[in-house]
């Protein structure tokens, strides 16, 4: 593998994006490149940052009761929820405040909300949150999932995005394929690196990623 590239936005400058090229396999996809947001997730200033920017992108009509945060977006989720309140924007919430939550998932992948959480997703209108976007896989788990317990999605916020909008529903991103023309992404029994013979360098999710090779 190689050293991590640093990839500022050229909308959001204050927002720095780290990826490592290789040959990755995450639970859905093979992709070219790790995204490293792991300082983005977990470093305040940073996080901050990213939330002021994501909270820029959200439409003042917006009506935002819960924001739903994957891949351990809570910090990002938190600071977005603080920005959005501040900029005006509208929850129907009794206290007149959001939510900031993260589900629990199944043994099949379901995303789950348990009792003490149901309240803060039913009939509530949601703003989902995620790290990335790829196949956009986890985003229609997502939408059907809440769309069980009775929620509306108002909108899907990503620190960066492969694609611009998934089930009809647009995406808000910091960083785009724009910002990461070479970036691919492949089903695994159709992987062009696999077909090439290239070595899988790790396997990577949400909590980060584990070197195969040396």
Do not use: W
Request: hydrophobic share 40%; charged share 15%.
């Amino acid at each position: 593998m190689q050293d991590i590239i640093k990839i500022e936005s050229k909308q959001h400058p204050n927002v720095t994006l780290r990826v490592i090229p290789g040959h990755f396999a995450t639970p859905n996809s093979h992709v070219n490149y790790y995204l490293d947001m792991t300082a983005l997730k977990a470093r305040q200033s940073e996080a901050a940052a990213a939330a002021v920017e994501l909270s820029k992108q959200i439409l003042a009509t917006t009506i935002v009761d819960t924001i739903v945060c994957v891949d351990g977006c809570e910090i990002v989720g938190s600071y977005l929820a603080e920005d959005l309140t501040r900029a005006g924007i509208y929850s129907m919430n009794a206290h007149k405040t959001m939510y900031i939550i993260t589900p629990e998932y199944g043994t099949s992948g379901q995303m789950v909300f348990r009792e003490n959480l149901k309240p803060m997703v039913r009939g509530k209108n949601v703003l989902l949150l995620l790290a990335s976007v790829t196949t956009g896989q986890t985003i229609v788990r997502a939408v059907r999932a809440l769309g069980y317990y009775g929620a509306t999605i108002s909108g899907i916020s990503a620190i960066f995005s492969a694609a611009n909008s998934v089930m009809g529903i647009p995406i808000n991103s910091l960083f785009t394929i724009a910002d990461l023309p070479d970036y691919r992404t492949y089903d695994p029994d159709g992987c062009s690196m696999c077909k090439a013979k290239q070595p899988i360098d790790g396997f990577a999710n949400a909590f980060g990623y584990s070197v195969i090779q040396d």
